[in-house]
């Protein structure tokens, strides 16, 4: 079955970069997620990435997707204090499934 | 902003007893979703919810749980006899579509301890 790993802990200092990997074994897998969580609030959707694509842009965030090893990572440029959650990889096969399958979480740390 | 809302933040119950997890999903959606993370697990898909009727269910979903949505705003999971295994973080969602751009809106959760 499909499955989704990352490392559970990460510790950065303020306006250093953050990079969250994630490994995944679904090789069908077209569309991969991060997902953040603050404390007390839901899930929220950061950004995604088609399988077809190597690397994402918004704003303060990159993806890059490594198909071959099946290795996503989410890098957070100029890391803040508010950026301290726990972020979740997340994949989608499609092929008639509805259900997203995440990683355990990896909790961001950002020392001031 | 639209959100999804769950009752109660926290619920404590006894093994064996029937708990009701309640989410109000937001209003325009079609589609809703259950998923839990026990301590230190993933958060593991439990069920999708379409027209009225499950459309996916994984083999977490047994007998002992359901998903009703009562009255046209709320979306319940009752699990019927609670197992100590059954404590976990209950999280509710739910998204207009069911494509991968139909982005799934998770509510806070629910923390449930089965003493």
């Known amino acids: 079955g499909e499955d989704v790993e990352q490392s559970l802990f990460l510790s950065v200092r303020e306006g250093d970069s953050s990079v969250i990997n994630c490994t995944y074994t679904?090789?069908?897998?077209?569309?991969l997620y991060w997902y953040k969580q603050e404390p007390g609030a839901g899930l929220q959707l950061l950004t995604y990435i088609f399988s077809n694509m190597d690397m994402k842009q918004d704003q303060r965030l990159t993806v890059l997707l490594n198909k071959k090893d099946k290795h996503l990572s989410l890098r957070i440029a100029d890391t803040q204090t508010g950026d301290s959650a726990i972020y979740f990889c997340a994949e989608y096969s499609g092929a008639g499934s509805y259900q997203l399958t995440f990683g355990k979480g990896t909790k961001l740390s950002v020392i001031p | 902003e639209p959100e999804v809302t769950q009752t109660p933040s926290h619920q404590v119950t006894q093994m064996g007893q029937e708990v009701i997890l309640r989410c109000v999903p937001i209003s325009n959606h079609l589609y809703f979703y259950w998923y839990r993370q026990i301590l230190g697990q993933k958060v593991e898909f439990l069920v999708s919810f379409y027209n009225n009727e499950i459309s996916e269910k994984s083999e977490i979903f047994d007998d002992q749980f359901s998903v009703e949505r009562p009255d046209g705003s709320n979306f319940t999971l009752k699990i019927r006899s609670t197992k100590l295994e059954d404590s976990a973080m209950y999280f509710c969602?739910?998204?207009?579509?069911?494509?991968?751009?139909?982005?799934?809106?998770f509510g806070p959760g629910t923390r449930l301890t089965v003493l």
């Open positions: 679904d090789s069908s897998s077209t569309y």
């Open positions: 969602a739910s998204s207009d579509g069911a494509g991968f751009y139909d982005e799934q809106f």
